[in-house]
């Protein structure tokens, strides 16, 4: 079993919808949370950060981490066809460890 | 540059030849990272630097790989030997390490054994 488990997709929505995008990890010493964007044929980006259990906003995004769970959430709001891309989530036990990342998960958002 | 360079960016090689992959991260990271991304894959961690020493270089897949860095900033990752499924994107990426968990990548060395 994989430390981090993520629906590899693909991922189809029309352009406006709400997005939902998940993972599940077995290893309760993370608590470092993260989102990364990677566009095709270029290199991750990062998205959002959480630390611990909680929300964290930043304008269409929302990032949502339950601990008690093992379970991350992503949600885009009002999405738009520059949103298609592969979305990683992350997740470290550590400040400055190393990033144990899921699979990916391909999202389209058609116009 | 302000962000993760990496070089070559593309390179194909027979399989059998050797080959290096170079990593310049953001200047007053002492932190890098070196992950894998096959294709339809996600990132697979290979080996973690903070300054020239490697504490964590529990991913390389085989002795056939190595990597050093020096002088706290280049890295050089190599494959010895490659075969087939070398194939694969090789992302680098930096941060500030202890100081915080933000790592920054840079565009990868897509590496082709033919």
């Known amino acids: 079993q994989k430390e981090v488990e993520q629906d590899p997709g693909p991922l189809s929505v029309p352009e406006g919808a709400i997005v939902s995008l998940n993972c599940t990890y077995s290893n309760s010493a993370f608590q470092y949370f993260m989102w990364y964007r990677q566009y095709s044929r270029k290199g991750p980006e990062l998205l959002m950060y959480?630390?611990?259990?909680g929300n964290k906003e930043d304008g269409r995004f929302t990032a949502q981490v339950d601990k008690s769970s093992k379970y991350i959430s992503l949600f885009i709001r009002d999405s738009q066809p520059s949103d298609s891309a592969t979305y990683l989530c992350a997740m470290s036990a550590r400040l400055g460890g190393k990033l144990i990342f899921g699979q990916g998960t391909e999202l389209s958002v058609k116009p | 540059g302000a962000g993760v360079s990496q070089s070559p960016s593309n390179k194909v090689t027979e399989k059998g030849k050797d080959v290096e992959l170079r990593c310049d991260p953001i200047?007053?990271?002492?932190?890098l990272y070196w992950y894998r991304q096959s294709l339809g894959q996600g990132l697979e961690f290979l080996i973690y630097?903070?300054?020239?020493?490697?504490?964590?270089k529990s991913g390389l897949p085989s002795d056939r790989f190595s990597a050093e860095r020096t002088g706290g900033s280049v890295s050089t990752l190599t494959i010895q030997r490659t075969q087939q499924e070398d194939s694969a994107v090789y992302l680098c990426?930096?941060?500030?390490?202890?100081?915080?968990?933000?790592?920054?990548f840079g565009e990868g060395s897509w590496l082709t054994v033919v």
């Open positions: 200047s007053g990271h002492t932190a």
């Open positions: 630097f903070q300054g020239n020493s490697a504490p964590d």
């Open positions: 959480t630390y611990s259990s």
């Open positions: 990426a930096s941060s500030l390490g202890q100081s915080g968990n933000t790592i920054y």
